[in-house]
């Protein structure tokens, strides 16, 4: 198996593939293990939700219980209470190494020594993966493919599998995993059985992290307890968290935005020099996630009062996160950038607090 990170693979972290261990999806695996025991396991399963909730470790962990459970009547299947599957079994060996002879994975490449990872996962990848189903599988169970994120196909590799998944061949399941399912092609979401993971409670967050392998797993009970509350439901979000430093930033910026109107404009610039330098890139892109996170919160919470009250914070970080590409990519000064930012999101909650 290769050493390289996946695109999407937190630092350091065990992948999806590897690690099996699921937190606070039963309902989800119960509505699966009903299915195939029911024999109504629908060909097209589209798995949404936010990233770093689990979804990924949950497709993976669907496609080896199939993988070692060809048979829905087997007293195994009967009597399994979750999708777990022994972790030194040969079949989870094989998916961890995507070696296993009936499971496709599509996904962006990784990085090499000459190339960065790709953005997108391209046509001829989807069309690869999926001559796996011009053969039955091998012990006359699902050949499975995994699309690892639905979200990195563009309208090519989209329509390429839209084409199996319209005229699937018997036994054939596809898995895909979507961060955005709304934006997933309407004739694949046509095509699919939706499964809708939310975000995770604060406490499965907490043991989801304490399952991973040191140094995530060994975190100080003070700091885990600070990264999930902070994480909104994500775990990925949570490891994000692990760090004293990036802990108090996000403190620091969400303290200033629950204030808004008001702004402590000494407190704002000093923020704003503390974003200047290479060495601040990270976290100026950390100080852009809360920003964002914050505003979907803040529409999310006001999305019964009509889009009078919406319209202005939308506006809002669509041109923030459209200077923040300008100041990326130009490499400007971000100080500006953090003021107006600050001082646009005062005016939306003022504008929404008259309307």
């Known amino acids: 198996m290769s050493t390289e990170a996946e695109p999407d693979q937190f630092p350091g972290a065990p ?17 699966f293990l009903d299915a195939y025991r029911a024999g109504r396991l629908h060909h097209a399963w589209l798995i949404g939700g936010p990233q770093g909730i689990g979804k990924a470790t949950f497709a993976y962990r669907a496609a080896r219980f199939l993988l070692s459970h060809p048979d829905p009547q087997a007293d195994a299947v009967r009597d399994a209470r979750t999708l777990a599957v022994n972790p030194a079994s040969g079949v989870s060996a094989k998916v961890a190494a995507l070696s296993h002879p009936d499971l496709a994975v599509l996904r962006r490449a990784p990085a090499t020594e000459k ?28 050949r499975i493919c995994i699309v690892d994120a639905v979200d990195d196909l563009n309208i090519a590799s989209a329509n390429a599998l ?15 995993v979507a961060h955005s399912p709304g934006r997933t092609l309407a004739t694949i979401r046509s095509r699919c059985r939706r499964m809708l993971l939310r975000a995770l409670p604060e406490a499965d967050v907490a043991s989801a992290v304490r399952a991973l392998p040191p140094p995530f797993g060994d975190v100080d009970e003070a700091t885990l307890h600070k990264a999930a509350s902070l994480s ?3 775990v990925r979000t949570a490891l994000g968290l692990l760090d004293p430093h990036t802990i108090a930033l996000v403190e620091r910026v969400r303290a200033m935005l629950e204030r808004l109107p008001a702004t402590d404009r000494a407190a704002l610039h000093d923020l704003a020099e503390s974003m200047t330098g290479r060495e601040a890139e990270a976290d100026f892109a950390l100080l852009l996630s809360t920003v964002h996170d914050w505003v979907s919160e803040v529409i999310h919470k006001r999305a019964g009062q009509g889009a009078v009250h919406l319209a202005r914070f939308v506006e809002v970080w669509e041109n923030i996160a459209r200077a923040a590409r300008e100041t990326q990519v130009l490499n400007l000064d971000r100080r500006p950038l953090v003021l107006s930012l600050f ?3 005062a005016d939306a909650v003022r504008h929404a607090h008259a309307a």
Do not use: C, M, Q, W
Not at 162 to 176: D, G, H, Q, S, T
């Open 115 to 142: 190339k960065a990872a790709s953005t997108i996962i391209p046509v001829d990848a989807v069309r690869r993966a999926l001559s796996l189903f011009a053969s039955t599988a091998g012990n006359g169970g699902y």
């Open 343 to 345: 001082d646009d999101l």
């Open 15 to 31: 992948h999806p593939r590897s690690h099996g261990a699921l937190f606070g999806l039963e309902e989800a695996e119960r509505e």
């Open 232 to 234: 909104r439901g994500s």
């Open 162 to 176: 839209l084409k199996v998944i319209e005229e699937p061949p018997p036994r054939a399941l596809f898995l895909l």
